[in-house]
């Protein structure tokens, strides 16, 4: 059985960087009828974040990656976890990590190390200095049973370090980016208890990976230089290794790697900006991956069913925007309207446009379509829907007379169809039926029968709907509206001329 994991560490937010290990985790094992799992890497407390495991897990959640196995939101949002391999989160599995880490000093893979921070600094200044490759000189490697058994009752500060073999070579078979090869001499003889009891990354994702059966691990590049360390654990446990795969690093597009600095980083702010979850996966889907053909949207359905490893590139993938917000565009567009307005309604309660909430009634959310309707096909994201459609909500437009006169036509032509218009919309006589399409048709016969110019009368009609210069069509948003606020607001315009 296929097993992947996702092992993020809880340092506050969800990096999307992680959301691509993650999905890449997911579908992998999806493919293969196999399990997802989501362990919480929490073994450095100094990076530990309140909140940080329900930001992580809600982030994913939203994004439509629910682990099998693991750390999951119960029904009312709260951590809880599932499976046979539990606990999944690293600070409750600290008996398991002390009984691993002494097997190993027993076997003689591990030895305690009672070196200072100063020494140790010395030791790394004077290596830097020399040119000398940096790590540890293993000086502690060979105390005497009693002095270890002395300086341990005198409860000296110390750690476990590994004991890495100096000669030959590790070889790694990762099905990314090939064979990769490492030389033992410079492996360091990496930590694996800290002095505060807590194990290290190293230790605990190779114990905890064997123990919860993972397969696969699949993680992003920047794990590739750890990796020969955990293939050392594995054989010092006499353990048979996962396979590993190591995504290519994200880069801004001036190729530099993606980091914190340079944009935003953080799914959760993604959401808050409007961007679909949909539209998330699919652009993070193709970030290092894509299936060999033109087409470029993708249900995770269809990702799970199309995604292979062999086609991830080995080198680094751009994280470009203008991609994010152009397949953001297209999910919002082919989206049907009353899930939109679903969607919608929090941004709009947030932009304080809706301030009711007993107002999101089934008629209003009806009406809703249509205002969301006149922006959809003109935005990027949820946040600049509600932004855009602000003009629809609010009581008084505030714009410039001076934008109403069409570039042909007069202050006075314009004063003058704006009132005509006004008259022949607050009766019923020309307009009966309230709807765009009669709107477009009926006011259209009429520019024709009065002789007037079509741009000196829709021009100025469209802008004293909006308030704006560019804008969704005069019949749509008339039509939102509706005849009493339309009449209103061409009143008020040839009121400013
Ligand atoms: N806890 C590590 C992280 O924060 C996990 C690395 C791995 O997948 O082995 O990314």
Redesign the pocket.
């Known amino acids: 059985m296929i097993k992947t994991r996702f092992?993020?560490?809880p340092t506050g937010f969800l990096h999307v960087g992680g959301l691509r290990t993650a999905l890449y985790a997911y579908l992998f094992a999806k493919k293969q009828g196999g399990v997802f799992a989501l362990r919480i890497?929490d073994t450095d407390k100094e990076r530990f974040v309140e909140g940080g495991i329900e930001n992580i897990v809600r982030s994913l959640a939203w994004a439509g990656l629910r682990p099998d196995e693991g750390v999951d939101l119960d029904k009312m949002g709260k951590i809880t976890q599932k499976g046979d391999c539990g606990p999944y989160i690293q600070s409750t599995r600290l008996d398991i990590y002390k009984k691993h880490v002494d097997e190993l000093i027993k076997k003689g893979h591990g030895y305690y190390c009672f070196c200072s921070k100063e020494r140790l600094d010395e030791l790394r200044k004077m290596q830097e200095l020399n040119k000398m490759p940096t790590g540890y000189d293993r000086h502690c490697c060979n105390l005497s049973k009693e002095e270890i058994e002395k300086r341990l009752k005198a409860n000296e500060p110390h750690v476990v370090r590994m004991k890495i073999p100096k000669e030959g070579i590790t070889k790694l078979n990762d099905l990314i980016k090939g064979e990769v090869e490492f030389k033992n001499e410079l492996i360091d003889d990496q930590v694996i208890l800290k002095a505060d009891g807590y194990p290290t990354?190293h230790l605990a994702?190779v114990v905890d990976d064997h123990l919860m059966k993972i397969t696969h691990?699949i993680?992003?590049e920047e794990?590739l230089s750890s990796t020969p360390k955990h293939i050392q654990l594995y054989k010092m446990f006499g353990w048979k290794a996962p396979e590993f795969a190591h995504l290519p690093l994200l880069l801004n597009p001036d190729k530099s790697k993606l980091s914190k600095r340079q944009g935003d980083v953080a799914v959760e702010n993604y959401k808050a900006k409007g961007y679909l979850p949909e539209a998330m996966i699919n652009f993070v889907a193709f970030l290092g991956w894509n299936p060999g053909t033109d087409k470029e949207l993708f249900t995770l359905d269809e990702l799970v069913k199309e995604f292979n490893l062999s086609r991830v590139n080995k080198s680094g993938a751009v994280f470009n925007l203008q991609k994010l917000d152009w397949y953001n565009e297209q999910y919002i567009r082919q989206m049907n309207l009353s899930e939109l307005v679903e969607r919608c309604v929090p941004f709009l309660i947030e932009a304080r446009l809706i301030k009711d909430y007993r107002k999101i009634t089934d008629e209003y959310k009806k009406w809703l379509e249509g205002v969301v309707a006149l922006e959809r096909g003109r935005v990027a994201n949820l946040s600049q829907i509600s932004e855009a459609l602000k003009f629809v909500f609010i009581d008084k437009l505030n714009y410039d007379a001076g934008i109403l006169v069409w570039k042909k036509s007069t202050k006075k032509e314009t004063e003058k169809n704006l009132k005509l218009l006004s008259e022949i919309l607050l009766s019923t006589k020309i307009v009966q039926i309230w709807t765009k399409e009669n709107l477009e048709a009926k006011i259209g016969e009429w520019i024709k029968e009065e002789e007037l110019s079509a741009g000196s009368v829709l021009w100025p009609m469209r802008v004293a709907l909006s308030g704006q210069e560019n804008s969704p069509g005069p019949f749509e948003i008339a039509e939102v509206l509706g005849r009493e606020k339309t009449v209103e607001r061409l009143t008020e315009a040839f009121k400013k001329l």
Request: glycine share 10%; aromatic share 20%; no cysteine.
């Open positions: 092992a993020p560490s890497e990354y994702v691990v993680r992003g794990w």
